[in-house]
């Protein structure tokens, strides 16, 4: 059984027990999530398939922890002109343990 769903504005792909890295979510450490955003939903043979979303299906998931990614360098140049930049970013993300597929 698998699902995809959608999450700070991009996919997963998510079976029970799989762990996702998603954009920050305001929630604490160990609560659980439910998220209803559910695109596709497949159990073997059965594919449902929503438009643009499964009515009444959900995904629950706990927090596991919120870290930083690794940081990302962006570098301005322009060339003959001595002209560069150096600007450092770190996304802020949350780490969820996905518990069940309710379809």
């Known amino acids: 059984?698998?699902?995809i769903i959608e999450q700070g504005g991009a996919q997963f792909k998510v079976t029970p027990g799989a762990t996702i890295r998603v954009p920050l979510i305001d929630a604490e450490k160990g609560a659980e999530i439910t998220v209803d955003k559910v695109l596709l939903a497949a159990d073997g043979e059965n594919i449902k398939?929503?438009?643009?979303?499964?009515?009444?299906?959900?995904?629950?998931?706990k927090?596991?922890?919120h870290f930083k990614?690794?940081?990302?360098?962006?570098?301005k140049r322009k060339r003959r002109?001595?002209?560069?930049?150096?600007?450092?970013?770190?996304?802020?993300?949350t780490r969820l343990q996905i518990v069940s597929i309710n379809i």
């Open 69 to 75: 990614d690794s940081k990302v360098l962006v570098v």
């Open 49 to 61: 398939i929503g438009t643009p979303v499964i009515e009444g299906a959900t995904v629950t998931a």
């Open 81 to 93: 002109k001595d002209y560069r930049r150096v600007n450092g970013h770190r996304q802020q993300l």
């Open 1 to 3: 059984m698998y699902s």
């Open 63 to 65: 927090v596991i922890d």
